[in-house]
């Protein structure tokens, strides 16, 4: 059971028949304990599926509003409540994006997979000069854009938009010889379960030794894995090997999970699902 504030909107997500037979009870807890004017429902994860249960998608009290917006550490941010990822936002990058914030300062800054800017606008308010983003989903840079305008503190003219696919993107700045400060690399769950590794293993291995040499000497890579198909000893191996192929001298010089309020059962390590690493490049 997930259960997300942006404002006065609260979205739940149950993904399992469990969570499901106490939906009553858990609708009627947060009607009670917050002061939230609209609970809206987005119980369609692909999870569902296994369990034979239908998506459920729509209001449970209230009215969603036609904005929904959410203030994080000074920044506005639009949100997609309906129809964006999970509930809309990545709160679990809450932490993640408050550190970037705090490296970009004077770093030229690639953010791939950059879904709706969470990670652009907090590397444009920690000083970075410029930030390039890429995506493939014109809604969610859309969207993005739409944020960036509601922070009118912040440098539009160094926010450059890219649609396209992420693969084919980080091969064409190759080629076109890009290079960047900083690099966030943030992508879709492309392991749902161990059974997905293999094939997670080259994609993920794929765009860090792209991202590896588009990193300038002294650069750092916030590169994350959301798959909980792929633990921290995987993630970092399939990091080292992209490192090796790229011929990139990089040290771990930090972690990321995520924010305290995604606690993990020791009985259910998959539920440590966010990890990343912070890497430097040699001079």
Partial sequence: MIADRYGDVVVL??????????????VAGLRRHTDA????ERSDADVREREGLPARVGPLYGTLPD???????GLVYRVDVAGGQKTG????QRDNRARVRRLARGRETLNVFCYTGGFTLAALAGGAP?????????????LARDSLACNPQLPAGAAEWRDADAFTELR???DAAASFDLIVLDPPKLAPTAH?????????KDINLLALKLLRPGGLLATFSCSGGVDAALFRKIVAGAALDARADAAVIGHF???????CSLAFPEGEYLKGLLLRKAR
């Fill in 257 to 263: 999970a995520a924010s305290a309020d995604h606690p």
């Fill in 172 to 174: 064409r700045l190759r």
């Fill in 89 to 92: 936002f990545y709160l679990d």
């Fill in 130 to 142: 410029r930030v390039l983003s890429i995506d493939s989903s014109a809604p969610a840079l859309a």
């Fill in 67 to 73: 904005a929904v917006t959410l203030v994080e550490d």
């Fill in 196 to 204: 997905h590794a293999e094939k997670a293993s080259r994609a993920y």
């Fill in 13 to 26: 997500q149950l993904g399992a028949a469990g969570a499901k037979r106490w939906r009553d009870a858990l």
């Fill in 37 to 40: 004017t609209c609970l809206f």
